[in-house]
Protein backbone atom coordinates (compact mmCIF):
# COMPACT_ATOMS: atom_id res chain seq x y z
CA UNK A 1 0.00 0.00 0.00
CA UNK A 2 1.21 3.53 -0.87
CA UNK A 3 2.79 5.80 2.03
CA UNK A 4 0.10 8.87 1.27
CA UNK A 5 -2.99 5.85 1.55
CA UNK A 6 -1.39 4.45 4.75
CA UNK A 7 -1.72 8.36 5.80
CA UNK A 8 -4.94 8.01 5.40
CA UNK A 9 -5.78 5.50 6.61
CA UNK A 10 -4.12 6.83 10.16
CA UNK A 11 -6.47 9.61 10.32
CA UNK A 12 -8.44 9.80 12.94
CA UNK A 13 -12.08 10.84 12.10
CA UNK A 14 -14.62 11.90 15.32
CA UNK A 15 -18.37 12.17 16.12
CA UNK A 16 -19.30 12.81 19.57
CA UNK A 17 -22.72 11.52 20.91
CA UNK A 18 -24.26 12.03 24.66
CA UNK A 19 -24.97 9.14 26.81
CA UNK A 20 -29.12 8.39 26.88
CA UNK A 21 -30.69 7.10 29.94
CA UNK A 22 -31.75 4.12 28.00
CA UNK A 23 -27.92 3.71 27.66
CA UNK A 24 -27.09 3.33 30.96
CA UNK A 25 -28.30 0.48 33.88
CA UNK A 26 -29.53 2.22 37.38
CA UNK A 27 -25.66 2.72 38.63
CA UNK A 28 -25.73 5.12 35.33
CA UNK A 29 -22.73 2.81 34.00
CA UNK A 30 -23.48 2.30 29.88
CA UNK A 31 -23.84 -1.10 29.49
CA UNK A 32 -21.54 -3.38 27.40
CA UNK A 33 -23.39 -4.00 23.83
CA UNK A 34 -23.99 0.14 23.25
CA UNK A 35 -20.20 0.24 22.73
CA UNK A 36 -21.19 -2.03 19.24
CA UNK A 37 -23.92 0.90 18.29
CA UNK A 38 -21.24 3.36 18.91
CA UNK A 39 -18.70 1.79 16.73
CA UNK A 40 -21.79 1.70 13.79
CA UNK A 41 -22.11 5.28 14.06
CA UNK A 42 -18.19 6.38 14.23
CA UNK A 43 -18.35 3.91 10.76
CA UNK A 44 -21.15 5.77 9.04
CA UNK A 45 -20.26 9.17 10.02
CA UNK A 46 -16.59 8.45 8.78
CA UNK A 47 -17.90 7.32 5.36
CA UNK A 48 -20.19 10.09 4.97
CA UNK A 49 -17.75 12.21 5.64
CA UNK A 50 -15.86 10.79 3.17
CA UNK A 51 -18.65 11.66 0.55
CA UNK A 52 -20.24 8.13 0.84
CA UNK A 53 -23.46 7.05 2.99
CA UNK A 54 -23.79 3.32 3.56
CA UNK A 55 -27.49 3.54 2.51
CA UNK A 56 -25.57 4.63 -1.26
CA UNK A 57 -24.13 1.60 -0.73
CA UNK A 58 -26.71 -0.66 0.04
CA UNK A 59 -28.86 0.56 -3.23
CA UNK A 60 -25.11 -0.57 -4.91
CA UNK A 61 -25.85 -4.02 -3.86
CA UNK A 62 -23.24 -3.97 -1.35
CA UNK A 63 -23.32 -5.29 2.47
CA UNK A 64 -20.41 -4.62 4.98
CA UNK A 65 -21.25 -6.92 7.43
CA UNK A 66 -19.11 -7.58 10.68
CA UNK A 67 -17.11 -10.26 10.94
CA UNK A 68 -14.71 -10.42 13.45
CA UNK A 69 -15.00 -7.92 16.36
CA UNK A 70 -12.45 -7.01 19.12
CA UNK A 71 -13.41 -4.85 22.88
CA UNK A 72 -11.23 -3.70 25.80
CA UNK A 73 -13.01 -2.24 28.27
CA UNK A 74 -10.88 0.96 30.02
CA UNK A 75 -13.37 2.96 31.99
CA UNK A 76 -17.22 2.87 31.80
CA UNK A 77 -19.13 5.80 30.37
CA UNK A 78 -22.06 7.05 32.30
CA UNK A 79 -25.61 8.32 31.55
CA UNK A 80 -25.11 11.87 30.36
CA UNK A 81 -21.70 11.46 29.44
CA UNK A 82 -20.86 13.38 26.18
CA UNK A 83 -18.45 11.11 24.73
CA UNK A 84 -16.14 10.78 21.24
CA UNK A 85 -16.12 7.92 19.04
CA UNK A 86 -12.64 7.96 17.26
CA UNK A 87 -12.76 6.13 14.22
CA UNK A 88 -9.60 4.88 11.94
CA UNK A 89 -9.75 2.40 8.54
CA UNK A 90 -6.59 0.07 9.56
CA UNK A 91 -6.63 -2.26 6.27
CA UNK A 92 -8.74 -1.22 2.97
CA UNK A 93 -8.90 -3.70 0.00
CA UNK A 94 -10.95 -5.31 -2.79
CA UNK A 95 -12.60 -7.84 -0.78
CA UNK A 96 -12.40 -6.92 2.95
CA UNK A 97 -11.95 -3.82 5.62
CA UNK A 98 -11.11 -3.49 8.89
CA UNK A 99 -11.45 -0.02 11.58
CA UNK A 100 -9.93 0.40 14.69
CA UNK A 101 -11.97 2.61 17.69
CA UNK A 102 -11.27 4.57 20.21
CA UNK A 103 -14.35 5.75 22.66
CA UNK A 104 -13.17 8.87 24.76
CA UNK A 105 -14.85 11.25 27.17
CA UNK A 106 -12.92 14.75 26.82
CA UNK A 107 -12.92 17.92 28.52
CA UNK A 108 -14.72 21.23 27.68
CA UNK A 109 -11.37 22.13 26.74
CA UNK A 110 -10.45 19.05 24.75
CA UNK A 111 -13.83 19.20 22.91
CA UNK A 112 -13.43 23.11 22.03
CA UNK A 113 -10.40 22.43 20.64
CA UNK A 114 -11.13 18.90 19.15
CA UNK A 115 -11.71 20.21 15.01
CA UNK A 116 -8.18 22.00 15.12
CA UNK A 117 -6.37 19.23 15.14
CA UNK A 118 -6.00 15.94 13.17
CA UNK A 119 -5.22 12.38 15.20
CA UNK A 120 -3.19 9.99 13.34
CA UNK A 121 -1.84 6.62 14.41
CA UNK A 122 0.92 7.02 16.95
CA UNK A 123 -0.46 10.32 18.35
CA UNK A 124 -1.53 11.03 21.67
CA UNK A 125 -5.42 11.53 21.99
CA UNK A 126 -7.31 13.75 23.77
CA UNK A 127 -9.30 12.74 26.99
CA UNK A 128 -9.99 9.72 28.91
CA UNK A 129 -9.84 6.15 27.09
CA UNK A 130 -13.00 4.10 27.88
CA UNK A 131 -13.09 1.34 25.62
CA UNK A 132 -10.76 0.76 22.05
CA UNK A 133 -11.77 -2.12 19.61
CA UNK A 134 -11.83 -2.89 16.11
CA UNK A 135 -14.33 -4.60 14.05
CA UNK A 136 -13.53 -6.29 10.12
CA UNK A 137 -15.97 -6.60 7.77
CA UNK A 138 -16.06 -7.82 4.54
CA UNK A 139 -17.88 -6.87 0.66
CA UNK A 140 -20.99 -9.33 -0.06
CA UNK A 141 -23.50 -9.02 -2.34
CA UNK A 142 -27.24 -9.47 -1.33
CA UNK A 143 -27.02 -12.89 -1.53
CA UNK A 144 -24.02 -12.68 0.80
CA UNK A 145 -21.67 -14.04 -1.44
CA UNK A 146 -18.16 -12.44 -1.02
CA UNK A 147 -17.81 -9.89 -3.99
CA UNK A 148 -14.82 -7.73 -5.14
CA UNK A 149 -15.59 -4.33 -4.72
CA UNK A 150 -13.92 -2.83 -7.38
CA UNK A 151 -16.38 -5.12 -9.68
CA UNK A 152 -19.26 -5.34 -7.50
CA UNK A 153 -19.61 -1.85 -7.15
CA UNK A 154 -16.35 0.01 -9.17
CA UNK A 155 -17.99 3.52 -8.66
CA UNK A 156 -17.99 3.00 -5.15
CA UNK A 157 -14.58 1.16 -5.24
CA UNK A 158 -13.68 4.28 -6.98
CA UNK A 159 -14.92 6.75 -4.87
CA UNK A 160 -13.27 5.24 -1.70
CA UNK A 161 -9.79 4.92 -2.99
CA UNK A 162 -9.64 8.33 -3.96
CA UNK A 163 -10.90 9.51 -0.66
CA UNK A 164 -8.41 7.67 1.12
CA UNK A 165 -5.43 8.77 -1.16
CA UNK A 166 -6.29 12.36 -1.28
CA UNK A 167 -8.16 12.35 -4.72
CA UNK A 168 -11.54 13.05 -3.04
CA UNK A 169 -13.45 15.59 -1.36
CA UNK A 170 -11.54 14.80 1.60
Do not use: C
Not at 66 to 73: A, C, G, H, I, S
Not at 97 to 106: F, G, N, S, T, V
Not at 140 to 168: C, H, I, M, T
Amino acid sequence: MAKDRMDKLGRWFQTSVRVRYQESDQMGVVYHANYLNWFEIGRTEMIRELGITYRSMEEQGVLLPVTDLDMKFSQPARYDDEITIFTRMTAFSKLRIKYAYEIRRLSEEERSLLREKEYTEGQEMPGELLVSGSTSHVWVNRDWQPVRLDRGAPGLYSALEQSLVGGGDQ
